[in-house]
């Protein structure tokens, strides 16, 4: 016979290594699901095609082909997505041609800088006027992605990081406002990547995973420097409307309510970041009534990303969203995964009233895109 104190020494020394560990909730929770969002949405934070990556050159690879994205579009009442990375170029017209051409009213096209040209005198006139050719082969905003202030450098993939108010980018900003296309920018990330890699990371078991993602140490910025700097952006092309993806910083909501209140033409998009808003449901919520008018439905959905669950594309994917978003449920999962990808928590629903998540939905996304 073991006697206690053996008995706990043993389970001790069992060491349930944490990937291993896969607890299961025992609260009898009520569950409503929602497989059909209440009133259409536009997505638009979607990625349905990827360029050949910074210094590279080469054709879009398309993650589906469109008539598969279209079916589940049509069961969970997606009137719309937005493939923001469109690229430039050649691959732009590419990538217009593959999905909005044949689909005007399904697929909408962001474009993107030309990075690879950023080192080259002249760039800053080329890429405003660039701007101007992708508007005309189609393209309805541009996505500027965290290439700018964490990537790029300034002989591309070498030398001092580029700022994301560097003023080469001015007559860029300029050009959006002018052509009235939105700016879709992702800057900086969870705030957790920029921190040692160690037991008091939040998203260590991510981090563990992907270390690549981490942006500590090294010659990175602090992720407050980055904001900063794109808050300066706002600031010096009033008449250029940025949408902040992934809820700016999703972490810190007084500062994004600051950001709002101090930057009238900053908006809002969600997409991976239901993990943060809903572990703060009844803050997130006040945020919501108080900034209705400037907040967007986006998932960063990827076709077949099964790498990032948190993301990938499927049925699955909106019905968390949806009944975030619709629901009071509590404690529920915020990705299709059978461990929480980006950490072990999960969330509470908002339970919007209807005429705020129309708006959520899309009547905030069809102004931004002038969507008649
Ligand atoms: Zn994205």
């Not at 003023?167 to 002018?178: C, H, L, Q, V, Y």
Request: include cysteine; glycine fraction near 8%.
């Amino acid at each position: 016979m073991m006697t206690r104190r053996e008995w706990c020494a043993a389970l001790a020394a069992a060491q349930l290594p944490i990937e291993d560990y896969q607890p299961r909730s025992m609260l009898k929770v009520e569950e409503h699901p929602v497989p059909r969002a209440r009133f259409p949405v536009i997505d638009v934070h979607t990625h349905l095609s990827f360029g050949p990556g910074l210094g590279k050159e080469g054709p879009p690879h398309h993650a589906a082909a469109p008539a598969e994205v279209l079916a589940v579009m049509d069961r969970k009442n997606i009137r719309m997505m937005v493939n923001l990375t469109g690229g430039c170029g050649r691959g732009l017209v590419e990538t217009v041609t593959y999905w909005h051409t044949p689909h005007p009213d399904r697929f909408l096209v962001f474009t993107e800088p030309c990075y690879n040209r950023a080192a080259e005198p002249g760039y800053a006139k080329f890429q405003a006027e660039e701007l101007e050719r992708a508007r005309r082969a189609g393209a309805r905003g541009l996505k500027v992605t965290k290439v700018l202030g964490l990537y790029l450098r300034e002989k591309i993939t070498a030398g001092p990081l580029v700022k994301v108010d560097d003023p080469r980018f001015d007559p860029m900003w300029e050009a959006a406002g002018a052509l009235r296309m939105p700016v879709a920018i992702h800057t900086s990330d969870p705030e957790a990547f920029f921190l040692p890699i160690d037991r008091y990371n939040e998203r260590y078991e991510e981090l563990h995973a992907h270390p690549d993602w981490s942006f500590y140490g090294r010659d990175f910025p602090p992720s407050r420097e980055l904001y900063e700097a794109r808050r300066r952006v706002m600031a010096k092309h009033p008449g250029t409307q940025f949408l902040l993806l992934h809820m700016g910083v999703a972490e810190d909501l007084a500062y994004m309510a600051e950001t709002l209140d101090r930057h009238p033409n900053a908006w809002l998009e969600f997409g991976a970041r239901i993990g943060e808003l809903g572990r703060q449901p009844r803050a997130a919520r006040r945020f919501f009534d108080r900034y209705q008018d400037r907040i967007l439905f986006g998932t960063d959905a990827i076709p077949h990303g099964d790498d990032t669950p948190q993301q990938v594309f499927n049925d699955k994917l909106y019905e968390i969203y949806f009944r975030f978003l619709e629901t009071e449920d509590e404690y529920f999962d915020y990705a299709p995964a059978r461990t929480p990808p980006q950490g072990r928590w999960k969330i509470s629903g908002l339970g919007l009233p209807g005429r705020i998540l129309e708006k959520v939905y899309h009547r905030n996304a069809a102004r931004l895109l002038h969507l008649g």
